[in-house]
């Protein structure tokens, strides 16, 4: 069998840590742009390139001890996401209970989160129920008489054990939404610097959606967008995940020369087989879960189904495979297929477990009283009395075109065109925190509005990171490129139907990432001299500072505090955000 031999000591010598003067002046000159050529490594670092080893620099250059600044840079890959997480917290959970209202949508999964936690289905709530349960005197008057939902029931849930913990009232069923938000910037660090294989760009993007005005709010409001986004981006990292350890395995299993050296090697890499994949498998669990919150986490199962699979193939082609399409299907798309849409499936037929083990809820003896014979006679009546459910409730889904004020059309969601209004009350002036020279009044709102210097910024980050997928095979920009279409492409397929800009909270995540993609490019790639190194992070910098300016500039109307009327229309940048 023929061999390529590729060694690493001579073919991980990259080419941009060359001297200057040995690279072509053109090549030199494109440097200060961004440009980098490609990197002669060898075929272990291509398939599993390695963490940069933690030198302290930042921390001696802010005068620190050279002892202190190392050991900061070595905590620095839990220290920072942490740091970040902490923050987020802290914002996300201050004054959790306010508004003491319940506010848009939390009307149905607050009362149907505790419906679950009380009976195990969704019951049945009277016109005045709201009213009944914000009183001092509380009255909690839950009907055992099932109810017609159309959401699956993880999201509710979620929400159900914060109310376990703290009853039903705002800041119980909001409590769990909040702890969610806060544990997805720690994911999203942390998946942020595996994907770029840089401390500092992880902690980026989880600092971006700490900042998110969209975010924040979506973790303070008990609805269900959140907790999908939440799975779908736990995923995304357990794949980052497989697809490392996968490829260490394949890199493990290469033939070495005498130097001890891996060398490319076709069979190798067309037969060899990856074992186990745990956390493959812990990624079809998550999207399970996110699909069974909302069903457009289905087709995020489909979009990360597609991007695993081909991330094998380049797996094997970077091997030595001569047929890595082939390799792929023989060797990882059976596993690939179970580990994800069949525990992904399961997942979501266990998630209606309290529907199955209880008598109430709705539809739930459809099979014996109307749905008896027939060609599925032979399934058991429960799952076909659930699937029955289920196709009533996609033609709500399909068939629900009435109009809304707040609805919008996806093509304006990345420029918020058309933000949602969750609260609104106009306190006049001395009353209700209103200033008493309010000489009109006061508005307090709290408006589903991305921050909209991070939203716009991401538009044009997104046209980077397309480049480094179209014209430079940069797969991190593929996968992020993934996250975004999967969860905003579909909604293009429904434009007909009463969708509202919320739902972009879902790829909120992957945009974040593709603005700490972009802000490394324009800081520079590794060996860029002092003075473009400068200039690039002053300029991400100032970015930076622009968005978290923007995000204390409207903190107000993201938690309904309450603002002089020329002061809340001074935050009115758009007519449609009115």
Not at 20 to 38: I, K, Q, V
Not at 101 to 114: R, S
Not at 219 to 244: E, H, P, Q, Y
Not at 393 to 407: A, D, I, K, M, P
């Amino acid at each position: 069998m023929a061999r390529v031999t590729t060694s690493d000591t001579v073919a991980d010598v990259d080419r941009e840590e060359q001297p200057e003067d040995a690279r072509p002046a053109w090549t030199a000159r494109l440097r200060r742009f961004g440009y980098a050529p490609r990197a002669r490594t060898g075929v272990v670092r291509r398939l599993v390139p390695p963490f940069p080893k933690p030198d302290g620099a930042l921390g001696r250059a802010l005068g620190l001890p050279p002892l202190v600044a190392l050991r900061l840079a070595r905590w620095s890959a839990w220290g920072g996401p942490l740091l970040a997480a902490l923050v987020a917290g802290v914002l996300r959970f201050w004054n959790l209970g306010s508004p003491h209202a319940v506010i848009f949508d939390e009307t149905y999964y607050a009362k149907d989160a505790w419906s679950l936690l009380q009976q195990g289905y969704e019951g049945t709530w009277p016109d005045k129920a709201n009213e009944q349960i914000l009183a001092d005197d509380q009255h909690i008057p839950l009907s055992d008489e099932g109810s017609y939902v159309v959401h699956p029931p993880v999201g509710k849930w979620v929400i159900a054990l914060g109310e376990w913990a703290f009853g039903l009232n705002p800041f119980g069923w909001r409590f769990m939404v909040a702890l969610l938000g806060t544990l997805s910037v720690l994911m999203l660090c942390r998946i942020g610097r595996r994907l770029f294989r840089s401390t500092a760009l992880g902690c980026l993007a989880g600092a971006l959606m700490a900042v998110d005005g969209l975010h924040f709010v979506m973790s303070r409001t008990a609805l269900l967008d959140l907790v999908v986004m939440f799975w779908v981006l736990a995923a995304f990292g357990c794949l980052l995940v497989d697809r490392d350890r996968s490829r260490s395995r394949l890199a493990d299993g290469l033939p070495r020369d005498d130097g001890g050296t891996a060398l490319l090697d076709h069979g190798t890499a067309a037969r060899l087989r990856l074992g186990l994949r745990p956390w493959r498998l812990a990624a079809g669990l998550c999207l399970g879960l996110a699909f069974a919150t909302k069903w457009n986490g289905l087709y995020v199962l489909a979009a990360f189904g597609i991007l695993t699979v081909l991330w094998d193939v380049g797996s094997r082609r970077t091997a030595g495979a001569a047929r890595p399409f082939r390799a792929m299907l023989t060797k990882d798309a059976l596993p690939a297929f179970v580990s994800l849409p069949v525990v992904a499936l399961g997942t979501y037929v266990a998630s209606w477990s309290g529907w199955f083990a209880t008598r109430g809820g709705y539809f739930r003896d459809w099979a014996a009283e109307q749905g008896a014979g027939g060609p599925w006679a032979w399934l058991p009546g429960p799952l076909r009395s659930l699937w029955h459910y289920e196709n009533e409730v996609y033609q709500f889904h399909v068939n629900l075109t009435s109009e809304h004020t707040y609805q919008s059309n996806p093509w304006s969601w990345l420029v918020l065109g058309r933000p949602v209004s969750y609260f609104y009350e106009s306190p006049k002036a001395g009353k209700d925190g209103c200033p008493a020279d309010a000489a009109e009044g006061c508005a307090r709102e709290v408006l589903a509005l991305g921050t909209p210097v991070l939203w716009w910024a991401a538009c044009l980050a997104l046209l980077y990171v397309a480049y480094r997928w179209l014209f430079r095979r940069d797969w991190r920009g593929g996968a992020i490129l993934c996250g975004v279409v999967a969860g905003y492409l579909p909604w293009f397929f429904y434009q007909e139907r009463t969708i509202f800009l919320f739902y972009a909270v879902v790829f909120l995540p992957f945009l974040c990432l593709g603005l700490a993609m972009a802000a490394g490019a324009l800081a520079g790639p590794p060996g860029v001299d002092d003075r473009r190194r400068t200039a690039g992070v002053v300029a991400v910098g100032v970015v930076g500072l622009l968005i978290l300016w923007n995000f204390v500039a409207f903190w107000p109307i993201f938690t309904g505090e309450a603002l002089p009327m020329e002061e809340w229309r001074h935050r009115m940048w758009l007519s449609t955000w009115i």
